[in-house]
């Protein structure tokens, strides 16, 4: 399991100016709240928040986020109380936790009741303190890449409402390197052959998208340089999810979907727009 110099040292790449005192004072209580219990894997949980709060820091969140990734599970599975939670670390991480707690403990018959009170659950927590939402996207997100783990009936359970209601979470948020993972785990199981095809035929192809991209937007960077506006460029190769939805929609194999990659421009302007299309 990681230690706690090599973890402070991993998130202080996304941030160099992390309070660490602080969060290594969470570490240490989490790993010591978390301590005997183990996750399906028969790994230790602690391996768990650790993953949550990296990919907290990856998103460049603040000290008080991380620190409710590394502590988001200890109110739920731990005799420790959202009091003693806000008595060490401050009512702000306490709010948090208890926000996530709350969204964790929501059970539900159907699922679509599910999905709709999930989501209305949701956006009442984003109205609080969108950093919530942010943490229980962080965590699904791990507790998805380790979904081999579960019962064939719990990851198509879990790939069902990833799709239902954490992706498209993701995306209202803007958060879209996590709606894509979620959305490209849960089509691994919940069509493992057709993922799996998609997996081999596009993988091929994409150092060669890439590649055709980066010419691309070199080609309109130039352009736009003559313009004097101010300009943010992206390309990216879509991502099988993206691919597979598509092909199901327009009834189509893969070899008759063209549009295979995708280059965003964000401009200032209503005009600046019109002046890129040109």
């Not at 998130?11 to 209580?29: H, L, R, S, V, W």
């Not at 993922?195 to 035929?201: G, Q, R, V």
Request: hydrophobic share 40%.
């Amino acid at each position: 399991m990681e230690s706690k110099s090599q973890f402070l040292k991993d998130i202080k790449q996304f941030n160099p100016n992390y309070d660490t005192e602080m969060i290594g004072k969470a570490f240490d209580k989490a790993k010591e709240l978390h301590e005997g219990q183990l996750r399906k894997s028969g790994e230790p949980y602690f391996i768990h928040p650790i993953a949550v709060a990296k990919i907290l820091a990856q998103l460049h969140m603040d000290e008080e986020t991380i620190i409710g990734g590394l502590l988001h599970d200890v109110v739920e599975d731990t005799a420790y109380t959202h009091e003693d939670l806000a008595r060490d670390f401050g009512e702000t991480v306490g709010a948090l936790v208890e926000g996530v707690t709350k969204l964790g403990s929501i059970k539900f018959d159907t699922q679509e009741e599910a999905q709709a009170e999930n989501l209305r659950k949701m956006f009442l927590a984003m109205s609080k303190d969108i950093r919530v939402l942010i943490i229980k996207l962080a965590d699904r997100l791990h507790n998805m890449r380790t979904a081999r783990y579960w019962s064939p009936e719990k990851q198509k359970e879990k790939s069902r409402e990833t799709l239902d209601i954490y992706a498209p979470l993701a995306s209202r948020l803007g958060i879209y390197t996590i709606k894509t993972e979620l959305e490209d785990i849960a089509l691994k199981y919940l069509h493992p052959e057709e993922y799996a095809t998609l997996e081999a035929e596009v993988s091929v192809k994409r150092e060669q998208r890439e590649q055709f991209i980066q010419q691309v937007i070199g080609e309109i960077r130039e352009a736009l340089d003559q313009l004097n506006m101010h300009y943010d460029i992206f390309g990216r190769s879509k991502h099988l999810y993206s691919v597979y939805k598509k092909m199901i929609l327009q009834n189509k194999q893969l070899d008759e979907i063209f549009d295979l990659t995708a280059i965003r421009v964000i401009v200032d302007t209503v005009r600046d727009c019109y002046a890129v299309l040109g």
